[in-house]
């Protein structure tokens, strides 16, 4: 079948590619001795550098993949104002990860997402997966670092952190 795997293979062989499902992506994780979770839907989370992390399935049929960040600080809502232009920077300056700002009214605070997705739908390779987890983590711990020295009293404890529901859809 040349460099693609056939539809049935659960990992795929070097160099060549598999379809994504949450057995990869656990195995990945696995692969570099980092703790993760499943949440109650199946998802894949982690929290590194005390912010949390989603790695997702999206789309109809589950081909895209999305490594989704949480900045762990919750932000007022009236200082969005404060917030975007530094994310409008960081998208000028940088492909990657997407930031959104998302007002949680309910509570009075807003949460900075980051997101970088990849369309997995002929497959993805082992090593495409790890470069993606990787990129994902840490392009978006880059951000939050950035945030943290902008915002410096934002940050929260562990213990601060949002339920799973209130994260935002795509």
């Not at 932000?75 to 007002?103: Q, R, S, Y």
Request: aromatic share 10%; net charge negative; charged share 25%.
């Amino acid at each position: 079948m040349g460099y693609f795997a056939t539809p049935n293979e659960s990992s795929a062989a070097p160099g060549r590619v598999a379809p994504l499902t949450p057995e990869r992506i656990t195995s990945a994780l696995d692969s570099r001795g980092w703790n993760y979770d499943i949440d109650d839907d199946g998802d894949v989370n982690g929290n590194w550098d005390g912010h949390l992390f989603y790695f997702l399935r999206l789309g109809q049929s589950e081909e895209i993949f999305m490594v989704r960040g949480r900045w762990e600080a919750r932000i007022p809502l009236d200082m969005g104002e404060k917030i975007l232009p530094v994310l409008n920077t960081w998208h000028k300056e940088k492909l990657f990860p997407k930031a959104v700002l998302v007002d949680f009214v309910d509570d009075g605070n807003a949460r900075v997402f980051t997101e970088v997705s990849i369309d997995c739908e002929h497959g993805i390779s082992d090593e495409q997966l790890t470069l993606h987890i990787d990129a994902g983590i840490n392009s978006a711990l880059q951000l939050f670092e950035q945030l943290n020295e902008n915002f410096p009293g934002l940050q929260t404890t562990a213990s601060d952190d949002m339920p799973t529901e209130e994260q935002p859809s795509v």
